[in-house]
């Protein structure tokens, strides 16, 4: 959302490396983001080791049992299947999809960024106006253009959100590389021979980098809301396949009896996206000064 | 000034001559031969070579598209095969409901998003200041679908204050006031996140502001306090949010096809998810193309607002 247009911060890599445990007590909202986050991913990734139900194992008697009844740690939905398992393995799901389309997203966009700018001129032109053609789409309509053309399904709908992430990308590293493109440095690598690949690849990326990890993280939470979405209006994960977003979609028949089925995932992306967002804007703050200064 | 304008309405041209490329090339990349699809399976090859041949499908593919976009620029999107109407009449009439419900929203969210910003900025580093801008940073983390389902399990399933599908009630109503209370939810659910969105952009727009010479010379001046906020602070704060009305907008458009789902609300969002689930792909086509095209000019009014609101960039 606009939250993408925030100014990219300044590249400035030495204040991040010192003290990296002092800031971290120094603030709260980092702390309780990274355990909220850690938290939600660890449990995911123990799903199969922990005592759960089988997530598709139905059982009619129980269904849209409420929260701690029949055994129920968070109720069962209306085929009986267990909220708890089907949360965690649904976030397995949804997990690794944003962060496959943010993968693929990033190489996409970041090269096509990082040409643009160390290039400049024609190179920049043509790949910025294309770029431009991506942007006139509202994101989700060209999400939903794109699943529309290879049909519904997870890896379609996870194809197709990475295809609307390059531009963010795109311009994103773009930004970044326009401030360190004329910088000493790398006139210093040109000046000892070094190929553009590798002033590229061993200068430019290095010195952007830190700045791009808000951008990921800032990312990862639109995408986990971008998936859950087109899941929610059928158009990505298909039965039996459950992720957040077609959970939400199966409660929202059921939410005059048993609205706890919708509610509970939900939450869950409202708790993981929230995570990501206090460690993106105290990661921005961080590499900021002038921006922290002002904010704090 | 006028050479930027030139250049930015020849960019508008261009970017939509890209967008039609690519709906073009999008709905040509679904698998099987549309004549074949539209024949049924039983139809024999010489028919579905005199169709290709009337849709002009045996033409080489650039030839279609330029026959295809010269019918698009004269106002012909084509036929829904779900509905058998014209496409762009379908579309028109369905956009006139998203207009509603994200005009509704657009309004909640930036005066709402206004107010806490600069209430915020005015009280920096007070406990308003950190209960709104948590609030914040919760609203810019919650999925609109989801704050839809939960409104609907409050106001409607719970308290029984609001109605929570359509946009008239089907018996009797249909005049303003029905309209307004059929939008209250969905407008408030599309809001959410833009309202909180805003409210951070104008904060740190409000404190960057606030530390400019011209601030303190008015103080210095000895001028009231509220009129310092509004004449100086205000106005010079209200083009930092006018750059993100285009973001806005395209979030508003992107963000209606969810909470029209949800609310049954009759606009092109719903209609589109339809349409693709139905595979009327016609109706895809017309209805992506169209909202495309009015992102790409709401952009460019934007670009223009903020020339004219900013004296400086006039002369640049």
């Known amino acids: ?239 039996p396949t459950a992720d957040w977003g077609t959970m939400l979609a199966d409660g929202r028949q059921f939410m005059m009896t048993a609205p706890h089925v919708a509610a509970i995932p939900g939450l869950a992306v409202l708790a993981l996206v929230w995570g990501l967002n206090m460690v993106g804007d105290s990661l921005r703050d961080m590499l900021d000064p002038t921006l922290a200064h002002a904010t704090r | 000034m006028h050479r930027y304008l030139v250049q930015r309405l020849l960019l508008v041209v261009l970017v939509l001559l890209g967008v039609s490329l690519l709906v073009f090339i999008v709905t040509r990349l679904t698998p099987g031969d549309p004549a074949r699809v539209l024949l049924g399976p039983r139809a024999t090859e010489e028919q579905v070579a005199q169709l290709r041949t009337a849709y002009g499908l045996d033409q080489p593919l650039h030839m279609q598209y330029v026959t295809w976009l010269a019918r698009v620029v004269r106002g012909d999107l084509g036929e829904s095969i779900q509905l058998h109407r014209p496409v762009l009449g379908e579309v028109v009439e369905r956009f006139r409901g998203t207009l509603i419900l994200a005009v509704a929203a657009m309004i909640i969210s930036f005066t709402v998003g206004i107010v806490f910003g600069v209430a915020a900025a005015l009280r920096a580093n007070t406990a308003l200041d950190r209960a709104l801008m948590s609030l914040a940073l919760l609203g810019i983390s919650m999925p609109p679908f989801w704050v839809g389902l939960i409104l609907i399990i409050a106001f409607t399933l719970g308290l029984r204050w609001l109605p929570a599908t359509g946009m008239f009630s089907p018996t009797g109503g249909g005049d303003l006031q029905d309209l307004l209370v059929h939008l209250v939810l969905p407008a408030v659910s599309l809001a959410v996140v833009p309202l909180a969105v805003i409210a951070r952009l104008t904060r740190a727009n409000v404190l960057e502001v606030l530390n400019q010479l011209y601030v303190r010379t008015a103080r210095a001046k000895g001028l009231h306090s509220r009129t310092v906020v509004l004449r100086h602070v205000l106005r010079n704060t209200l083009i930092g949010t006018v750059t993100i009305l285009g973001l806005e907008t395209g979030w508003l458009l992107a963000g209606t096809v969810y909470i029209e789902t949800v609310f049954a609300w009759p606009g092109i969002g719903a209609m589109l998810v339809n349409a693709i689930l139905q595979r009327d792909y016609p109706l895809v086509q017309g209805g992506v193309l169209l909202v495309a095209a009015i992102y790409v000019l709401i952009n460019l009014s934007t670009d223009i607002l903020y020339l004219y609101l900013d004296p400086r960039l006039r002369h640049a």
């Open chain 1, 1 to 239: 959302m606009p939250e993408l247009a925030v100014a990219l911060p300044a590249p400035s890599r030495a204040p991040v490396a010192s003290s990296w445990r002092l800031r971290l007590l120094d603030r709260p909202l980092l702390s309780i983001g990274v355990a909220l986050v850690l938290l939600i991913v660890l449990l995911a990734l123990i799903a199969p080791l922990l005592p759960l139900r089988d997530p598709n194992v139905t059982a009619p008697a129980r269904r849209l049992s409420g929260a701690g009844v029949n055994g129920y740690v968070l109720g069962s939905d209306q085929l009986g299947r267990d909220l708890l398992s089907r949360l965690l393995w649904g976030a397995r799901v949804s997990i690794t999809v944003a962060l496959v389309a943010a993968g693929v997203a990033f190489v996409a966009g970041g090269s096509i960024g990082l040409l643009a700018g160390f290039y400049g001129g024609v190179v920049d032109n043509v790949l910025m106006r294309l770029i431009d053609i991506l942007m006139a789409f509202p994101y989700v309509l060209l999400a939903i253009a794109l699943v529309a053309a290879l049909g519904p399904g997870l890896l379609n709908a996870l194809i197709a959100i990475a295809v609307v992430n390059i531009s963010f990308y795109a311009r994103g590293v773009r930004a970044a590389v326009l401030v360190v493109r004329h910088m000493a440095f790398i006139e210093a690598a040109r000046a000892l021979g070094a190929r553009d690949v590798r002033i590229l690849l061993k200068e430019v990326l290095p010195s952007v980098a830190p700045p791009l990890l808000v951008f990921v993280t800032l990312n990862i939470g639109a995408l986990i809301v971008e998936t859950a979405g087109l899941s929610f209006i059928g158009l990505g994960a298909q039965p």
